[in-house]
């Protein structure tokens, strides 16, 4: 019985969901300075629980519309393992948990831990409820998924010399990629959200225009390496990565063109199925090339 509620609160919580958003917060841990250990456990334990808050917590504003969801149902709060009332009182311990610790490592991480979670309530709360709102949505993907946990990692590590324009110059290809794969999420949940009247970008524009964005946004992250080596941000060994990644990205390219050529939720949940399997892998030999090159 005990294990079997730890369970059910480990699967609420959906961290196969939001592994990009580690990425992002850690590569701004170590992409120009390290910090101490200590502080990176500390900071790291607490962006990890605010992550699960906001994870948590719009599961809770989604409940209703999560139930109409052939995937989305089995979920703890839409399938009932979970009760309104067990989730707020975790969502509440996670993010006090989190604020805490904040609080005892650097007070000065305290407003951008604030707004990444305001961001992501903001998401799914009755209001403003911007999953709804057209291109609001994939804005708020991309700053909250991708710029706001890279600029939290910068800040853990504390490097010299990062101006903001560099900032939002480097966390270019992470807000792309995460507005991408929002634009993809809500492709395979076309048919509920439009069914429970939610008014998402597909819903609102039509499959194809949003398979036709996401690539735009996949292709932007794609070709961000090529502007940082033109502007001499990096240097052209550092390459060497892609070669590494290509064939393992390969499959993952193969189900996009397919979503691509013929929008529908069937192609949009492969796509994320096998970016599930093969991006963690992706994303681990990325950080350690990263590191690796800290290190020499």
């Known amino acids: 019985m005990y294990f079997s509620s730890l369970k059910v609160y480990y699967r609420v919580c959906r961290l196969e969901s939001w592994t990009s958003w580690i990425f992002s917060f850690v590569l701004g841990s170590i992409l120009f300075s390290l910090p101490s250990l200590e502080r990176f456990i500390t900071i790291s334990l607490a962006f990890m629980l605010a992550t699960a808050f906001i994870f948590v917590v719009n599961q809770y504003f989604d409940r ?18 979970l009760s309104s009332r067990g989730s707020m009182l975790f969502s509440s311990l996670l993010v006090s948990s989190s604020l805490v610790l904040v609080l005892l490592t650097d007070v000065l991480l305290l407003p951008p831990f604030i707004f990444y979670l305001g961001l992501g309530m903001a998401y799914s709360a009755p209001i403003p409820n911007l999953k709804t709102v057209p ?97 001499g941000l990096i240097q052209p060994v550092h390459f060497v990565i892609a070669v590494i990644l290509i064939p393992l990205f390969l499959p993952i390219l193969i189900r996009f063109i397919e979503l691509y050529k013929q929008p529908s939720e069937e192609h949009a949940v492969n796509l994320q199925k096998t970016v599930k399997k093969i991006g963690l892998f992706g994303l681990v030999i990325i950080l350690s090339y990263v590191l690796a090159v800290r290190f020499l």
């Not at 989305?72 to 839409?78: E, M, Q, T, V, W």
């Not at 998402?200 to 070709?223: C, E, I, N, S």
């Open 135 to 231: 291109i609001a949505d994939f804005i708020v993907s991309a700053v909250g998924a991708g710029f706001l946990p890279f600029y939290i990692g910068l800040a853990t590590a504390r490097p010299p010399d990062v101006d903001i324009p560099l900032m939002l110059l480097i966390s270019v290809p992470l807000m792309a990629f995460h507005s991408g794969g929002h634009l993809v999420q809500t492709l395979g949940d076309y048919s509920p959200d439009r069914d429970f009247g939610l008014n998402t970008f597909p819903v609102r524009y039509g499959q194809k225009k949003a398979a036709f964005l996401a690539a735009f946004f996949f292709f932007l992250a794609f070709l961000s390496p090529f502007i940082y080596l033109f502007l």
């Open 64 to 81: 209703e519309a999560d139930k109409h969801n052939d995937i989305k149902r089995r979920l703890p709060l839409a399938s009932g393992s």
